[in-house]
C-alpha cells in the first residue's frame, strides 16, 4: 500500500562549503554560552550527562541554549511583557544574530518544504 508520504530526504550538494564554514562560524560564536549551559546537577535540558562530545569531532561543544528574541518569562509576575532570552542579552549577541541568520533561513525555507505543518505551528 502507498499512502504518498515521502519519508526521507536526499539533498546532496544543498550546502555550499561556503554555507558550512558560515555554519560553523556560527556555532563558535555560541560555544561560551554552551559550554556554560550544561551543569553537573542540571534539569533534564542541561544535564551533563546527555552531553557527551562527539567521538568524532571534538569541535562541537555540546549544550543547550535557548535564543529567542520574544520569551515570555515564566515563574515571574509580569508574564504578559515578553523579553530577550537570557542567551541574547549577552555583548555579542547582535554579532551572533547576524552570523545565524542566513543558516537560519535556509533552515526555515527546508522545514516550509519538507514539513509544512510544523512550519505553520511555529508562526
Known amino acids: 500500500m502507498h499512502s504518498g508520504a515521502i519519508i526521507a530526504w536526499y539533498l546532496p550538494d544543498t550546502l555550499t562549503d561556503a554555507t558550512q564554514k558560515e555554519?560553523?562560524?556560527a556555532s563558535d560564536l555560541l560555544a561560551?554560552?554552551?559550554?556554560?549551559s550544561v551543569k553537573v546537577d542540571g534539569n533534564w535540558r542541561t544535564n551533563q550527562g546527555w552531553f557527551n562530545p562527539s567521538l568524532e569531532n571534538d569541535a562541537l561543544t555540546p549544550g543547550c541554549i535557548n535564543l529567542s528574541p520574544m520569551w515570555f518569562q515564566q515563574g515571574h509576575?509580569?508574564?504578559?511583557?515578553?523579553?530577550?532570552?537570557?542567551s541574547l542579552k549577552g555583548a555579542s549577541s547582535e554579532k551572533i544574530l547576524k552570523a545565524i541568520a542566513r543558516p537560519a533561513a535556509i533552515?526555515?525555507?527546508?522545514l516550509r518544504v519538507m514539513h509544512p505543518e510544523q512550519y505553520w505551528a511555529g508562526l
Open 32 to 36: 561560551p554560552m554552551l559550554e556554560k
Open 77 to 86: 509576575e509580569n508574564q504578559s511583557d515578553p523579553e530577550v532570552s537570557a
Open 23 to 25: 555554519i560553523w562560524a
Open 107 to 110: 533552515a526555515t525555507a527546508a
